[in-house]
């Protein structure tokens, strides 16, 4: 077995797309901007100091105006008068039980 060369190993190549672009780089890179992205989104919320209002009613010249309380009236029906004749009664719903009593006793023979 002399003069037999040694098998070579297959040299490692790096990843890249068709074009020969590193995606590996690319990777990295979409990592990093994906973490600062998250840093400034969680700056811009909790602001300075936690987010809570920590401010007195002389800062800035804010003033809290409590919303006014509205009222809204629930809406009654308003009872409409017993009708008197057995025409206008017949073939609808009686008003009351006054007017369903005066026409059982007046307009059903």
């Given at each position: 077995m002399v003069g037999m060369a040694t098998p070579r190993r297959p040299q490692r190549?790096?990843?890249?797309?068709?074009?020969?672009?590193n995606l590996l780089?690319?990777?990295?890179?979409?990592?990093?901007?994906?973490?600062?992205l998250h840093v400034f989104v969680v700056y811009a919320v909790l602001g300075s100091g936690?987010?809570?209002?920590?401010?007195?009613?002389?800062?800035?010249?804010?003033?809290?105006?409590?919303?006014?309380?509205?009222?809204?009236?629930?809406?009654?029906?308003?009872?409409?008068p017993d009708r008197t004749s057995c025409e206008e009664i017949a073939g609808t719903q009686y008003r009351s039980t006054t007017e369903?009593?005066?026409y059982r006793a007046n307009c059903i023979n």
């Open positions: 190549r790096r990843q890249t797309s068709k074009r020969g672009v780089a690319i990777g990295l890179a979409g990592f990093v901007v994906g973490v600062v936690g987010g809570g209002n920590t401010s007195s009613p002389n800062d800035n010249n804010v003033v809290d105006i409590p919303a006014p309380t509205v009222v809204i009236p629930t809406p009654t029906a308003t009872a409409l369903r009593d005066w």
